[in-house]
C-alpha cells in the first residue's frame, strides 16, 4: 500500500528565490535538508541523504558545472540534475522525489507491521528472556518457543579475516540444536556460518531456518558446502509469520542492499523486538518506534577500505584520520537512529570480532573500532529514558523486568570468572583447509584464467586489474600467478592496454584466492576479510566491478571437471598467452610462509 509524505513546501516566492543550480533547503517542521535542483524554471529534488551509507551531501568544490554534489562520509558524488552518481560511475541511481505543486511529495511505503495490531499484554517474570551468546548471535525464550539470531559460533568468517571475539557461553551449540526456530539475516559468514551449520545439521538438520526473499538466496552455497539442513524456509518481505498464538516475526529488506541484507522485527503478546542487524537502510528508511528492545551493529570496521589500500593518498596518517572519523560519524549516526526511534531499551551487537591470526596484525592494530560502552554513554546523553545493555556473553536480559522498573535487576550478568573473551582460536583447522586448494588440479593449467572469468560473466567495462599471487606478507610469489584481465572485451593481454583506461592492482593471499576462485566463492572473502592488498590509478572506487564479484556471481559454480576435460583443446585455441605458467605447490609456499600458526 502506498502512500504520500510532504516534507516540504515552498511557497511561490521561496521558488522564485531559488537559484539556478543546486540549492539546500532545511525543513522547518523536522530540521531534515532536501537538495532542489533549478534548470529553465524546472525542478528536481530529492533527500540529502546518501544512498552508499547515508552520508550528506554537500557542495562539490571541483564541480565547475554546478551540478554535482559531494557526500561528506565517502565522498561519493552525485549528479543532481540526472539524480545519477558519477562517482563511483555506474552505481546507484538517486530517489527523485515527485514535485506536487509547490510542495515536494515523498511516495512512502506502508508500514507492514501494522497490519492486524495486537494491544501489549502483560508479560510476567521470566516469560521474555534475550541471551547474548556471542557477535550477532542471541537467543530469545518468547514463552515456550526459543529462537536464534545468526549463530556464528565456532571458525572464522570472510575466510580467515574474521575471528570471534566474545568466547561463547560453553552450552551455546546445545542452545542452538535445541531451538524451535533460527532466524539469518544474510549470506555474511559472520552471519551464515556454515561451521556452525555444518555442527548443527548433525544433530538437528530439520530445524526450522527462516530467511528473507532476497535476490540472491542466502543459502545459495549449501548444496556446495555439503551442509544437510532439511527445512529452509524463505519468506516474504513485510508479511508477519505467525509461529503460535502469541508467537510471529516478520523480515524487512534492505533498501541500499536488497540482494544482501535483511532486518526482523519479532512480537509476542503485542510486545516488539526489532533487529536491524546490518542494515545500512531497511524499509526505506521506516521502522517502528517505541519498541521493547532493539538491537543493531555499532562498531564499523567490516571493509577493507581504507586499510588495504596502498600508494597516492593512503599513508598511514591519512587511514588512521579516515578511520577515527567514519568510526565517530557512525557512532553519531546510531545514537541519532535510536533517538529518534525511541526504543525502551537498546543493545548494541553484531560487531564482536577480531582480526586475531597473526598475519593481519597490522589490520588488528589498525582497524580500530566503536565501543558498545562508549555508545550507550551516548545515548544516555542524548536519550536519557533509554535503557542501554552492553551484552557479555551469557547475560540474560528479562524483558518483563525491563519494562516494570528500571530499578529492578533485569540483567543476570555471568557468572563471576567466566571467560568472557576469547584467548584462542583454531587457525591449523581452518587455514589449512583454505590452503589444499592450492594444489588443486585446475591450477596446474594456466587456461584455468580465462575459463574462470567467462564464467564469472563481468564485461564490458574500461577497467584493467592486475591479480597477483603472494605468499602471508602479500609478497609475490615467483611460481605463482600475475595476469592482466582487460574487462572491456574480456582479454588477457601481456601488457597494460595502450588506451586510456583505470588501472587495479589486486595482490591476493594464494590460499584464499585460490579457494575463492575453486568454490566460485563472492570476493568478500578477500576483501572484507584483509586477505587482498589494493592500489589503484586512478584513486576511483569502481562500483560496478566490485558490487559484480562481490554480490552477482553467479550462483553455480564453474565446472571445474568440464574445465579439465577440456584442457588440451582450450590450451591450443584459447589461452591467454605471456601469463606465468607454473603454480606454486603447497610444499614450497608453506616452506616460504607458516600459513599453520596456532
Not at 33 to 57: D, P, R, T, V
Not at 78 to 92: I, K
Not at 223 to 249: A, C, M, S
Not at 313 to 335: C, G, H, P, Q, V
Request: aromatic residues 12%; negative net charge; hydrophobic residues 35%.
Amino acid at each position: 500500500m502506498l502512500n504520500k509524505k510532504y516534507l516540504l513546501t515552498l511557497d511561490s516566492e521561496a521558488v522564485f528565490s531559488l537559484k539556478d543550480g543546486i540549492n539546500f533547503k532545511k525543513s522547518p517542521d523536522d530540521g531534515k535538508c532536501y537538495i532542489i535542483y533549478k534548470e529553465n524554471g524546472e525542478l528536481k529534488a530529492c533527500k540529502n541523504q546518501c544512498k552508499h551509507q547515508g552520508g550528506l551531501f554537500i557542495k562539490d568544490i571541483e564541480d565547475l558545472d554546478g551540478r554535482t554534489v559531494r557526500c561528506t562520509k565517502h565522498y561519493w558524488k552525485l549528479n543532481v540534475s540526472t539524480m545519477q552518481y558519477v562517482n563511483p560511475p555506474d552505481s546507484f541511481t538517486q530517489d527523485e522525489l515527485d514535485e506536487g505543486g509547490l510542495q515536494l511529495v515523498e511516495v512512502i511505503v506502508w508500514d507492514p507491521w501494522l497490519a492486524d495490531p495486537q494491544d501489549p499484554q502483560e508479560l510476567q517474570e521470566g516469560e521474555v528472556t534475550v541471551t547474548y551468546l556471542t557477535h550477532a548471535c542471541m537467543e530469545l525464550q518468547l514463552g515456550g518457543k526459543k529462537m536464534i539470531f545468526d549463530p556464528w559460533l565456532t571458525g572464522p568468517a570472510f575466510a580467515r579475516g574474521w575471528w570471534l571475539l566474545h568466547e561463547p557461553p560453553a552450552d551455546s551449540m546445545e542452545r542452538l540444536c535445541m531451538a524451535d526456530l533460527i532466524y539469518i539475516s544474510h549470506m555474511h559468514s559472520d552471519h551464515l556460518s556454515y561451521p556452525t551449520l555444518k555442527s548443527l545439521s548433525a544433530t538437528r538438520p530439520d530445524v526450522p531456518i527462516y530467511v528473507g526473499d532476497t535476490s540472491r538466496p542466502v543459502f545459495w552455497m549449501l548444496e556446495k558446502r555439503q551442509v544437510k539442513l532439511t527445512n529452509i524456509n524463505v519468506v516474504p518481505f513485510g508479511i508477519w509469520q505467525n509461529i503460535d498464538e502469541h508467537l510471529r516475526f516478520m523480515i524487512l529488506k534492505d533498501e541500499v542492499h536488497p540482494e544482501l541484507d535483511t532486518c526482523i522485527i519479532v512480537e509476542y503478546k503485542g510486545h516488539m523486538i526489532l533487529n536491524t542487524v546490518d542494515c545500512t537502510r531497511p524499509n526505506y528508511g521506516r521502522l517502528p518506534h517505541n519498541v521493547d528492545l532493539m538491537m543493531s551493529d555499532f562498531a564499523g570496521g567490516a571493509s577493507g577500505f581504507p586499510m588495504t589500500f596502498s600508494g597516492g593518498k593512503y599513508t598511514e596518517s591519512w587511514k588512521a584520520d579516515f578511520i577515527k572519523n567514519e568510526r565517530k560519524k557512525l557512532m553519531n549516526y546510531k545514537a541519532q537512529l535510536v533517538k529518534s526511534l525511541q526504543p525502551k531499551i537498546y543493545c548494541p551487537f553484531a560487531g564482536y570480532f577480531v582480526e586475531a591470526h597473526p598475519s593481519d596484525r597490522y589490520i588488528k592494530e589498525t582497524n580500530t573500532k566503536n565501543k558498545a560502552e562508549e555508545l550507550n554513554a551516548l545515548i544516555k546523553k542524548s536519550a536519557p529514558g533509554i535503557t542501554t545493555w552492553t551484552p557479555k556473553p551469557g547475560a540474560v536480559l528479562d524483558l518483563a523486568l525491563a519494562l516494570m522498573s528500571p530499578s529492578r535487576k533485569a540483567i543476570t550478568d555471568p557468572p563471576s570468572g567466566t571467560n568472557i573473551y576469547k584467548d584462542s582460536w583454531d587457525f591449523d583447522l581452518y587455514v589449512d583447509e583454505l590452503n589444499r586448494a592450492i594444489t588443486a588440479e585446475i591450477f596446474k593449467h594456466k587456461s584455468w584464467i580465462q575459463f574462470y572469468y567467462i564464467w564469472a560473466g563481468f564485461k564490458n567495462y574500461n577497467l584493467v586489474v592486475r591479480v597477483i599471487e603472494t605468499d602471508e606478507d602479500f609478497i609475490p610469489i615467483a611460481n605463482g600467478y600475475n595476469y592482466l584481465v582487460d574487462f572491456m572485451d574480456l582479454s588477457f593481454p601481456t601488457q597494460r592496454p595502450t588506451r586510456e583506461h583505470p588501472y587495479e592492482e589486486i595482490k591476493n593471499r594464494i590460499g584464499v584466492m585460490r579457494h575463492v576462485v575453486k568454490n566460485g566463492l563472492l570476493w568478500d572473502d578477500l576483501y572484507i576479510g584483509f586477505q587482498n592488498r589494493l592500489s589503484r590509478e586512478p584513486d576511483v572506487y569502481h562500483h560496478r566491478f566490485w558490487n559484480h564479484f562481490q554480490t552477482e556471481l553467479p550462483v553455480t559454480g564453474p565446472d571445474w571437471d568440464l574445465f579439465l576435460q577440456q584442457v588440451p583443446s582450450y590450451q591450443r585455441s584459447a589461452e591467454p598467452q605471456g601469463i606465468q605458467t607454473e603454480s606454486v605447490s603447497a610444499s614450497t609456499f608453506l616452506e616460504k610462509a607458516d600459513c599453520t600458526v596456532s
